[in-house]
C-alpha cells in the first residue's frame, strides 16, 4: 500500500510534466506507470525479539549467513529500540526513500531537464523567425527614466543571485550524469561542493531579493482592465501589432506574480526546509521538500528564460533600460504608451534628459527615484 508520500510526490511530479512540457499524453504515462511500492506497514506483523531471535537461529541452520529475516524487520520502517534521543532515530531504513531517490533521478530530473532544452530550443527558433523587436518611428534623443538606481541595483542583485543558484542547482541535479563522464571524478567532486555551498549560502539572499522585489515593484503590477486586451492579443508578438500597456505589460506582470511571488514562495519555502535540517523536521518533510523545491525551481526556470529573452536580445532598448535606467521617448511611446501618456501628463514625475545617459549618470538621483 502507498504512503503519503507516495502519492503526494506522484502527483506533484504529474503537474510538472503537465506545467512545464505541455504534453498531456506523456504525463498520463507517467501518472499510469506503476510505481514500485513500499512494504504495507500496516499488514505486517511485529515479531516478537525473542521469536525473532528463535528465527534467525533456526535461518543459520538451514541457510547459513542469511540475514534476510533481520533486514525485513528493518527495512518495514517499523520504529525499534535506541539510546539516540531524536526524531526517526529508532528507524534505520525509511522505504519510502527509495521511492524518493527514484522519483528525483527519474520523472523530475529526465523531464525537467528536457523541457529546460525544449523552452530553450523554442525560444532560439522564435529569434530565428522573428528577430528582435525594434521601433518602427525613429528616436527623438529624449530620454525618460525608467528604473532608479535603487530598482537596478535591486534587479541586478536579484538576478546574479539566480544565475548562481540555476548554475549550482543544474550542477547538483545533471551533474553526476552529464559532466562526471566528461571531466573525471577530481574535478567533479570539486565543482560538487563548490555548487553546494554556493546554493547553501546565496538562497537566503536570493529568497531577500525577492521579498525587496515585490515591496519595490508591487505597485506598478497591479492588474487593470486593459492587461486583458493585451493578453488576448498577446502583446503583437506574434502580428506586431501595436497593445498599448502601462510601466509594465500583462506578460511581465504574469511573471511578477507567478514568478517572483508564487514560485519564489515555493522555492524559499522549501529551500530554507532544505537549507536548515537541524529544525527537527523528518526525513519524510526534507524528502517532499526537496522533490517540490525540484519541481518549483525548473519551473523558475523555464520561465525566466523568457524574460532574460525579453530583456536582452529579444527586445531592443529593453537591455539598455536596465543598465542605465533610461529609454528613448520613442521606445516608451511603443512598448508602453500609457505610462508614457501619463509622464506627459505630469501625473508621473521622471527625469527627462536629452543625451544618451552615461555611465557616470546611473547613479544620478538615486534617493530622490527610490519612489517613483
Known amino acids: 500500500m502507498r504512503s503519503s508520500f507516495v502519492r503526494a510526490s506522484d502527483a506533484i511530479a504529474v503537474a510538472c510534466l503537465v506545467c512545464s ?47 534476510e529475516p533481520v533486514w525485513r524487520e528493518i527495512r518495514s520502517g517499523i520504529p525499534q529500540t535506541t539510546t539516540v534521543r531524536g526524531r526517526e532515530t529508532n528507524v534505520l531504513i525509511m522505504p519510502e526513500g527509495e521511492t524518493w531517490r527514484a522519483l528525483r533521478n527519474g520523472q523530475v530530473s529526465v523531464y525537467g531537464g528536457w523541457a529546460l532544452v525544449v523552452v530553450f530550443l523554442a525560444i532560439l527558433t522564435f529569434y530565428w523567425i ?3 523587436i525594434g521601433l518602427h518611428e525613429p528616436p527623438t534623443g529624449r530620454f525618460v527614466r525608467r528604473f532608479s538606481a535603487w530598482e537596478r541595483i535591486l534587479h541586478w542583485t536579484n538576478a546574479g543571485a539566480f544565475s548562481i543558484l540555476a548554475i549550482s542547482g543544474l550542477i547538483i541535479l545533471f551533474g553526476k550524469s552529464v559532466l ?22 546565496v538562497g537566503p539572499l536570493f529568497i531577500v531579493t525577492l521579498v525587496l522585489m515585490f515591496v519595490t515593484f508591487v505597485r506598478s503590477n497591479l492588474w487593470r482592465a486593459y492587461d486583458l486586451i493585451w493578453i488576448r492579443k498577446f502583446g503583437g508578438l506574434v502580428t506586431h501589432e501595436h497593445v498599448p500597456s502601462h510601466r509594465f505589460n500583462a506578460g511581465e506582470k504574469a511573471w511578477f506574480w507567478g514568478g517572483i511571488l508564487v514560485l519564489g514562495l515555493v522555492v524559499g519555502a522549501s529551500g530554507l526546509v532544505l537549507d536548515f535540517p537541524n529544525f527537527n523536521q523528518t526525513r519524510e518533510t526534507m524528502q517532499i521538500a526537496n522533490i517540490v523545491h525540484l519541481i518549483g525551481a525548473t519551473l523558475f526556470m523555464i520561465g525566466s528564460l523568457g524574460h532574460i529573452y525579453m530583456g536582452t536580445v529579444g527586445m531592443k532598448g529593453a537591455y539598455a533600460a536596465m543598465k542605465t535606467g533610461y529609454v528613448d521617448e520613442t521606445w516608451a511611446k511603443e512598448h508602453h ?36
Open 337 to 372: 504608451e500609457y505610462w508614457y501618456n501619463d509622464i506627459k501628463a505630469g501625473r508621473i514625475s521622471v527625469p527627462v534628459e536629452t543625451h544618451a545617459p552615461r555611465a557616470s549618470d546611473r547613479v544620478t538621483g538615486s534617493v530622490r527615484a527610490a519612489g517613483d
Open 21 to 67: 512540457l505541455g504534453l498531456g499524453a506523456a504525463g498520463f504515462a507517467v501518472a499510469q506507470s506503476p510505481a514500485a511500492p513500499p512494504p504495507a506497514v500496516e499488514s505486517q506483523v511485529v515479531t516478537p525479539p525473542q521469536d525473532l531471535a528463535r528465527q534467525q537461529q533456526k535461518q543459520q541452520v538451514v541457510q547459513p549467513g542469511n540475514n
Open 130 to 132: 522573428k528577430g528582435p
Open 180 to 201: 562526471l563522464p566528461l571531466i573525471g571524478y577530481t574535478l567533479f567532486s570539486w565543482l560538487a561542493i563548490v555548487s553546494k555551498n554556493l546554493h547553501n549560502f
